[in-house]
């Protein structure tokens, strides 16, 4: 089965600080996606990747960042975090090489609180 | 652009009985694919179904099935002989062939009722 993890499911954070969300999968997948749950919006992409060290921005990237150093790790950065980025985060990721390709495994979810 | 409307935020079922989640896209693409997500309380999302638009024939998968009716651009989902594990947010997904999913419904909460 394929394993998409995050590294925290609850996290408090400070207005103003530097937050790093991670997320791992474990089964080699090419395409890594970072989105945003809010009630009544339904999932929102903030960024995605396609390879290493490659990023595009999604609908909503404003006051992130992302980092793929390596295949299995994408990381969402907040750089200043603000109390309007309190949210779920989901993590996903997809491989080009099976199919159906298009289907989609997200992680947990890291629930995020700026206060 | 292309949207999807989950027009029920909220709905219940009693267990062993039938709920229908509906759902709406708008767009003017030709090839694309359809999706309904479950995400239970507290645990990861996970794909129910999937409905290519090129096939007629609605999917199945065991309790579930959907009602795709592509020139009303509607995709609804069927949840047959309902369970307490079923209690969970549904979304809707449209994904144009080819490009990046990231049109989702808004979701709708399912609770089956003991």
């Known amino acids: 089965d394929v394993k998409v993890t995050q590294s925290s499911r609850y996290l408090v954070k400070r207005t103003g600080e530097k937050v790093f969300l991670e997320c791992v999968q474990d089964m080699d997948h090419e395409n890594m996606f970072w989105y945003r749950q809010d009630p009544g919006l339904g999932l929102r992409l903030i960024y995605f990747s396609y390879d290493v060290k490659m990023k595009e921005k999604g609908d909503i990237p404003e006051g992130y960042s992302v980092s793929r150093e390596k295949k299995e790790r994408f990381s969402l950065i907040l750089e200043s975090a603000s109390t309007n980025q309190t949210s779920m985060y989901l993590c996903?990721?997809?491989?080009?090489?099976?199919?159906?390709?298009?289907?989609?495994?997200f992680g947990p979810g890291t629930r995020l609180l700026v206060l | 652009a292309q949207t999807v409307t989950q027009s029920q935020p909220e709905m219940s079922v009693q267990e062993a009985e039938t709920v229908t989640l509906s759902c709406t896209y708008d767009?003017?693409?030709?090839?694309?694919?359809l999706f309904w997500y479950k995400q239970p309380p507290s645990r990861q999302m996970i794909l129910v179904i999937r409905q290519e638009a090129y096939k007629q024939q609605n999917a199945t998968e065991n309790r579930f099935s959907v009602n795709f009716q592509k020139a009303a651009k509607s995709f609804s989902l069927k949840i047959s002989d309902s369970q307490l594990g079923d209690t969970a947010m549904y979304f809707c997904?449209?994904?144009?062939?080819?490009?990046?999913?990231?049109?989702f419904g808004a979701g709708t909460r399912l609770t089956v009722k003991p």
């Open positions: 767009t003017s693409e030709s090839n694309y694919y």
């Open positions: 996903a990721s997809t491989t080009l090489r099976l199919v159906p390709q298009e289907t989609q495994y």
């Open positions: 997904a449209f994904m144009k062939q080819g490009t990046t999913p990231r049109h």
